[in-house]
Structures are given as structure tokens and as C-alpha cells.
């Protein structure tokens, strides 16, 4: 039986990134908000103590952390014609559980998408002609602007005190930064972190080649900072165990670090954890979100009635409460109609791992965002003419930990146990680094999301089916981008190298990246969109839907810094307009 | 691992203490919850006798083992590192009834290589049926000898053999059980030590990982310098009078 909770103005389903801002924000404004979490309370003297947090096989190989399959997964097929089966463990990408979500385990590289990225339908056409658009594909432009987004970044950025150094300062390029980036109204929060001895071989080598590379923006602090929240963190100690885990330092930004503490002192939040939002309820005429149903850790179904709904969860969830709830039209690849789970996308991985002989790269003193990055050929600050493929990637010497059990290089050719695998393995201990390229994935037509038709969870619901794969825009761009990463790798003074391809399907087992996009994108037609473009419903105008969900497309960057814009973006949209006059902000 | 499970009980606890009259779940307002000295340390692996493992079973890993990490001058073997120690509590805990996992059918016979884990077998019916398989193999090909009674060049072969798929099991998918050990055996060698594997970080030695230090300033202020610090684990090191 569900009992029915006293009404609140704002409900948030999600307590990460999106959802902590958003109640905060609007909690100050005196709002009654209540954010509901599915996973546990997480704090970082309790959950990432130093004393137990820098456990690989606790938090890096048996995945603590993360959401239990056991309790939600996905299932997954390459294309429509084959049946998807459920992933029973976690591989490709790793979605979050409990609070701070995915901005507690994450590495922490934050950076802004390029104005190109966000019309790049129109710019491609514009610059290469209506023929270099992949088949198939459903690439759209976004329906805001870098320039529009510019001061919303800015607010992210020094709310997670990012490390970084500015190449574009209002139109003026500045030495030492990415001479590629949209103009920013200022210099980051806090310089960049120290790199090490890879990546200053990784610079120099990469100039020699024509290349501008910077330090990459970083979520771990090169310096002690407090952020406008009044909420304080301290300088990284390149401990090299960020991606996975909780950080025991106070350096990596995350809801717990910069959010949550200014959060609780809000007298008219309230978070409720362990509880597992199934579904927004809405009105007879499905035009309004009216209350949410959640299930607590007993089974005990409750109702939470409210004004206003804030979809927060990780994207990939996003998409499914929006496809149980039927809030928007399912995509359907058959008739290329329908807009939810529709465009969904991700990011290639390819590059060079290079051995060297005389070497001390001391490769465990890491961070998540420690790296060197060059944007050269990224989005379309290269020439494509020649290639044939749309988008690009960013080239990076990182060093994000070595963790042995998850990564210990040996030269190709060694066995894979054995005496001389002991031995490889000795050796090339220290003497080991990796150029990467973290490539943009297009939207089409055939990769998107949808409800299961035969795995369901434990509470009976459908799971959601993932039908994706990399298409051949991707493959060629990854592969072109693995040829550059090796010739730097080469004139770094590798030894030999292991080239990284894209090559067979997309499969869920290595670890690739959990940027996960899409599925529920934003845009100026409602026909190609879920949501309007200040992440609005069009179809239910009282539910906002925040993160990655969002994207059109995927560019070659990490996402946290765009989805932490847009979070702000759609906040001065729900404070500026929408609670003056409740109803849509963009007429369909 | 015992620390969640504590948690999650602490937290189905806080249920009817904090909410009496209210919603059941947990409720965090006007304070951060944080209490002094809560931590949630991992379960440290006790010596005894084997937990899962029958005696036959360990003998034959131990073999294993130490063929997949042999014992030679870079440092001990798989078997001398505890790494069936490891195998052993790993397979006792949850992850050895792969508790965590989707485990709702139906499993397929013919999965995607792209779709992953597709069996209903749990690590521990892994290892059983797939030890079990082994030791008919090795009675019926090697005159009765079991694995551990082989050469080291007859247990390479055979274990190069069952990586490749090509040595065929009776009635149980050789590759299947030399991924589990081979994944559990790295696992062991190279997980923090109170995981009862990595005897003496000799796994960490190998590779010169310094553990659980958790402070490199010093690293990235001298590049290219060689780190001389002995490993710490989570239970310390040797030298402050830990048994590691």
C-alpha cells in the first residue's frame, strides 16, 4: 500500500552534481525541497577515510562504490537485429550509486566543449558541404551557445575550484593555455596542478610537432581553496586514487566537498536516502508531473507529491524513469520518430602506450586530472577535408594512477603469466606511459535506448536495452587519432609502443569510459528532442531533466564540466522564469 | 565486503530510530550525519583452515598458482604469496556467489562476445565443477597423475592448453576456469595484503607500487628520480611490528 507524503515545492530525484546544486539554489530562494537518493549517504571522513579508502580491490576491482547490478542494470546488444542481454557486471562504464553520485567517483578533468561543438551540424555543412555528415546519423546543434553558456561554465568551474590555466581570456590568447577554447570571462580558480616527468616529455615532443599543449583542467586542487558556498578543500597529494574512489583529502571537487556542506545548513532540505525513486506520476492529461512514487530499503512504497520535479540521476537512468513514467514520446528507430532514448551516444578511447629504457616516470604518483592534453585535433580545429570522419578527440599524456591490479603494461609480445611475463612486468615498471585520444562519438540512428522487453529488476520493471555501436566516422576518426598519439609517443623516446585501435564491436567488457550521453537531448524541435533548451519536458512543462542525458551528441572531452553548465544554465531559467510563471519556457 | 554490509545495516537501523512516525529510508537534514571515528576498515583475512576450498582443490591451485607467478629471484611465487589464501575468502564472501551481479535469467547459450558474463555459474560453482573437470582430465591423460603431480612443462602446456580452448574439458568450458584463476591469482598478488595474498607486498615490490602512501608531492616535485620507500598497507609494513 502507498502512503502519501505531506506535499513539498521541489522534489529532486539524485543527489549528485545536478541535484545538490539544484537543491541548494533553491532551497536558499526558501523553498521547501526534498532530494530523494537511491544509494546511501556518503560523507569523506566516513566512506573515503584514509584509512581505507586506497584499496584497489575494494573500490577499484569489486566496485564498492557503484550501483549493483543485482539492483539495476542495462542490457545491451550492438544492433537492432540481435537480442540484448542484461550486463551483469559492470565493464565499459561504471555507474554511480548513493550521494554525490558520479562526481564522487570521478577523475575530475572539467572542461568546457568548444563553440564550434555546439553547432557543429551547421559548421560542418558550412565549412565541407552536406557530404561529410556520417549515414544515418541524427547530429543536431545544440540549442544554446558556448557564448550563452560561457558565464554558467565560469560559475561551475570556480564552485569545484577547477586547476587550469586560461588560453582564451576575452578574445585574447594567453600563453600556456589551450589556444583552442572559447573565450572565457577569466582565469581559473586555481592554477594548474604540477605535472610530472612523462608529460614533460609529452610537451616538448608535442611542440616539436606543431602541437599547444597545456595542463588539462582539474577537479583535483593544485591549491588549498574555498569556494563561493564558503565550502573549503585542500591541495592534492597525487595519491593516484581518484576514478573509483572517494577522495580522502578534501582535494577532488565533488557534491561532498563543495555542495553539501552549505546544502544541510539549509533549514528546508531534506534528503531522504535509500530510497529508490520507480516513477513520476502525472496528471490525467500526462501534461503535469503531480508526485513521485519511491521504494525505501524495506519494500514500503511511498508518494511524494510536488510542484516541481528535477530528474537528476545519472543520464542512463534519466532516460529510463522518463520511459516507465511516460514523460515524452519512446524513440523509435523503425519510423525515426519519438524522442526519448533517442541519440544516444558515448566517446572513443585509441592512442599509444610507449615502453622506455631509461625512464623514472614514478607512474602511481597520479591524479585524476594530472595530465598534459593538446586540442589540435579536436571538434574541427584541424582540417577535415582529407579524413572523411566528423569530430575529433583530445590528445593527452596523463598519468591517473597505477594501480596494479587494473594496470601494469607489458611490452606487445609478452606472455600473458609466466617467468617471462614476471619479468616484463618488472621491468617495465616505471618505464611505461600512454598518449590517449578521448574521441567525440556522433548521434544515429540506430544507437539509442529503450525499455527491455524481457529483464526486468527486482521490483519487476523493465530494465533499459542499450543498442549501441561505433560507426565507421568513429573508427576512422579513433584510429587517425591512434597514429597521432603514436608518432608523439615515438618522439618521446619510446622504445616500442602498443598502438591502441578501435577495433571489433562495441563490447562491454574493458573499461572505456562512463561518459555516457544522450537519450534525452535538448533542442529547438520538439520532434528531436526531449527536452526544451533550458532542459525542460516539452510534453510535461513541471519536469526538468539534468545531465549528460542532455547532449545531442558527444564531443571529445569529458562531460562534468558541460553538464555542471548546464545545471546552472537551466537553474537561472526555473529561478528567472519558470517560478514567476509556472508553465513551459518555450512554446512547441 | 564486511564494511557495507555494516553500513547498509546501520542504515536499515537508522530506519526506525529516526523516522518514527514518518517515511522509511533514511533522513539527512539541517546537519551533515558525520560521526567521529566512524569508518568502515575492510575485514582483514585470517590465517586458519580454508574456508571454502576442499584440501584437494587448494593443492591443485597452489600448483596453479605458482605457475602463473612462479617463485624465482624477483620474488615469491603465487602459492608463497597467498594467493590461494585469497582465492579461498574471496570465494567464501560475496563475491564468490557473485551476489552483487545480475543473476535474473535467462542465460542464452550463444551470447555476444560484446555482451560479457552470460553464465548462471557463480565464482564457487566455478571452481568446483571446473577443478572437478581438471582432475578427470588429469587422471584419464596423465596416468592418474592429478595437476599437482605433473611437471611444471606438463602443467605450462595444459595450462596454455585451457587459456587457448584448446584443451577440452568434460562437461565444463576450460577457458572459463582459467580466466577465474588467472583473474583471482593477479588479484591476489598484487591486492593489499590484509586480502591475505601479497605475503610481504611482494607483489607491489615487483612493480614498485608504494602502496598505500597516499602522498606524492615529493614524487612530482623530482621528476625522473627513482622512489626508494618500502610499500605500506593499509595494516602498515613489516617494519612498524605489523604482520603483514
Known amino acids: 500500500m502507498t502512503r502519501r507524503l505531506p506535499s513539498k515545492n521541489v522534489v529532486i530525484i539524485g543527489l549528485g552534481w545536478t541535484g545538490s546544486i539544484m537543491a541548494l539554489e533553491l532551497a536558499k530562494t526558501g523553498l521547501d525541497v526534498v532530494a530523494i537518493e537511491r544509494g546511501p549517504w556518503r560523507d569523506t571522513a566516513a566512506d573515503f577515510n584514509i584509512g581505507t579508502t586506497p584499496d584497489e580491490l575494494r ?24 537480442t540484448a542481454l542484461p550486463i551483469r557486471r559492470w565493464g565499459s562504464f561504471l555507474p554511480g550509486n548513493g550521494v554525490g553520485g558520479a562526481g564522487m567517483h570521478w577523475n575530475g578533468q572539467t572542461w568546457r566543449f568548444l563553440p564550434d561543438d555546439f553547432r557543429i551540424r551547421s559548421h560542418m555543412t558550412e565549412r565541407y558541404g552536406a557530404a561529410i555528415l556520417p549515414a544515418d546519423n541524427h547530429i543536431q546543434d545544440w540549442p544554446v551557445s558556448y557564448e550563452e553558456l560561457e558565464p554558467h561554465y565560469d560559475r561551475f568551474e570556480y564552485i569545484a575550484g577547477i586547476s587550469g590555466k ?16 572559447g573565450a572565457r570571462a ?96 502525472l496528471s490525467p492529461d500526462g501534461k503535469t508531473a503531480i508526485s513521485v512514487t519511491y521504494v525505501d530499503l524495506q519494500g514500503e ?88 570522419f566528423v569530430g575529433g578527440a583530445s590528445i593527452t599524456s596523463a598519468h591517473t594512477n597505477a594501480r596494479p591490479i587494473g594496470y601494469r603494461p607489458v611490452p606487445p609480445g609478452t606472455p600473458n603469466w609466466g617467468s617471462k611475463w614476471k619479468r616484463a612486468v618488472h621491468d617495465s615498471a616505471g618505464r611505461f606511459t600512454s598518449v590517449g585520444a578521448q574521441g567525440s562519438v556522433m548521434s544515429y540512428r540506430n544507437n539509442y535506448l529503450d525499455l527491455d522487453p524481457t529483464y526486468k529488476d527486482p521490483l519487476g520493471r523493465p530494465l533499459m536495452r542499450m543498442t549501441f555501436d561505433y560507426q565507421d566516422n568513429e573508427r576512422k576518426m579513433a584510429n587517425w587519432m591512434a597514429d597521432r598519439c603514436d608518432e608523439v609517443a615515438r618522439a618521446m623516446g619510446a622504445k616500442n609502443t602498443q598502438v591502441n585501435r578501435l577495433v ?40 526538468f531533466v539534468m545531465g549528460a542525458s542532455a547532449f545531442p551528441q558527444n564531443a571529445g572531452y569529458n562531460p562534468t564540466g558541460t553538464v555542471g553548465a548546464l545545471t546552472y544554465w537551466a537553474l537561472d531559467a526555473i529561478l528567472g522564469k519558470y ?4 508553465g513551459p519556457l518555450v512554446q512547441a | 565486503m564486511a564494511g557495507s554490509t555494516r553500513r547498509d545495516l546501520l542504515a536499515a537501523t537508522a530506519l526506525f530510530t529516526a523516522f518514527a512516525g514518518n517515511a522509511l529510508g533514511r533522513t539527512v537534514s539541517k546537519a551533515l550525519p558525520w560521526q567521529p571515528n566512524e569508518a568502515y576498515p575492510a575485514a582483514r583475512v585470517q590465517p586458519g583452515p580454508w ?66 558474463l552470460q553464465s548462471p555459474l557463480t565464482p564457487r560453482q566455478q571452481y568446483r565443477l571446473g577443478l572437478a573437470a581438471l582432475g578427470v582430465y588429469c587422471q584419464a591423460n596423465f596416468a592418474g597423475r592429478q595437476f599437482a603431480g605433473l611437471t611444471v612443462d606438463e602443467q605450462d602446456k595444459l595450462l596454455a ?84
Open chain 1, 59 to 82: 573500490y577499484g576491482i569489486r566496485l564498492e562504490m557503484f550501483l549493483r547490478p543485482k539492483q539495476e542494470s542495462i542490457t545491451m546488444r550492438n544492433n537492432p537485429t540481435q
Open chain 1, 166 to 181: 586560461a588560453g582564451n581570456l576575452k578574445g585574447r590568447i594567453q600563453p600556456g593555455g589551450n589556444p583552442f577554447e
Open chain 1, 186 to 281: 577569466r582565469e581559473y580558480p586555481t592554477p594548474p596542478m604540477q605535472q610530472g616527468y612523462a608529460q614533460d616529455l609529452f610537451a616538448k615532443a608535442a611542440t616539436e610537432k606543431g602541437m599547444h599543449p597545456f595542463p588539462r583542467p582539474s577537479a583535483n586542487l593544485s591549491a588549498a581553496y574555498t569556494n563561493p558556498y564558503g565550502c573549503s578543500m585542500a591541495p592534492c597529494t597525487y595519491c593516484g586514487f581518484c576514478e573509483r574512489f572517494g577522495c580522502a583529502n578534501y582535494s577532488k571537487a565533488s557534491p561532498q566537498t563543495c555542495v553539501l556542506p552549505a546544502l544541510l545548513q539549509e533549514p528546508t532540505f531534506e534528503a531522504r536516502t535509500n530510497c529508490e525513486v520507480t516513477k513520476v506520476n
Open chain 1, 301 to 388: 512504497e511511498w508518494e511524494q507529491p510536488a510542484d516541481l520535479v528535477l530528474i537528476c540521476a545519472f543520464g542512463l537512468f534519466n532516460v529510463r524513469l522518463m520511459l516507465l513514467s511516460g514523460i515524452g514520446k519512446p524513440y523509435d528507430p523503425n519510423h525515426d520518430e519519438g524522442v526519448v532514448g533517442r541519440n544516444y551516444a558515448y566517446q572513443t578511447g585509441s592512442g599509444s602506450t610507449g615502453f622506455f629504457e631509461n625512464a623514472q616516470f614514478n607512474t602511481f604518483a597520479a591524479a585524476g586530472s594530472l595530465g598534459v592534453a593538446a586540442d589540435d585535433y579536436n571538434s574541427d580545429n584541424f582540417d577535415h577535408g582529407p579524413h572523411g
Open chain 1, 504 to 543: 571489433g564491436p562495441w563490447s562491454v567488457v574493458p573499461y572505456q569510459t562512463t561518459h555516457n550521453t544522450g537519450g534525452a537531448v535538448m533542442g529547438n524541435d520538439p520532434k528531436t528532442s526531449a527536452l526544451n533548451r533550458y532542459l525542460q519536458s516539452w510534453d510535461v512543462s513541471n519536469v
Open chain 1, 579 to 582: 517560478l514567476k510563471s509556472p
Open chain 2, 51 to 116: 574456508l571454502y576450498l576442499t584440501v584437494a582443490e587448494a593443492t591443485t591451485i597452489d600448483a596453479i598458482v605458482d605457475r602463473l607467478i612462479p617463485p624465482d629471484d624477483l620474488g615469491a611465487g603465487g602459492k608463497d604469496a597467498g594467493c590461494t589464501v585469497f582465492i579461498d575468502r574471496q570465494l567464501a564472501g560475496p563475491f564468490g556467489g557473485h551476489d552483487w551481479l545480475y543473476m535474473q535469467g535467462p542465460f542464452p547459450a550463444d551470447p555476444l562476445p560484446s555482451q560479457g
Open chain 2, 161 to 244: 592448453g585451457l587459456e587457448k580452448g584448446e584443451v577440452k574439458l568434460t562437461g565444463f568450458d576450460g577457458r572459463m576456469l582459467f580466466g577465474a584463476i588467472y583473474a583471482n591469482t593477479m588479484e591476489g598478488y598484487f591486492a593489499d595484503p590484509i586480502y591475505g595474498g601479497n605475503a610481504g607486498m611482494v607483489g607491489w615490490k615487483l612493480v614498485g607500487f608504494p602502496g598505500t602512501r597516499y602522498d606524492y608531492r615529493d614524487v612530482i616535485a623530482n621528476p625522473n628520480k627513482a622512489y626508494t620507500l618500502p610499500p605500506v598497507g593499509l595494516a602498515g609494513r613489516p617494519a612498524w611490528g605489523q604482520p603483514t
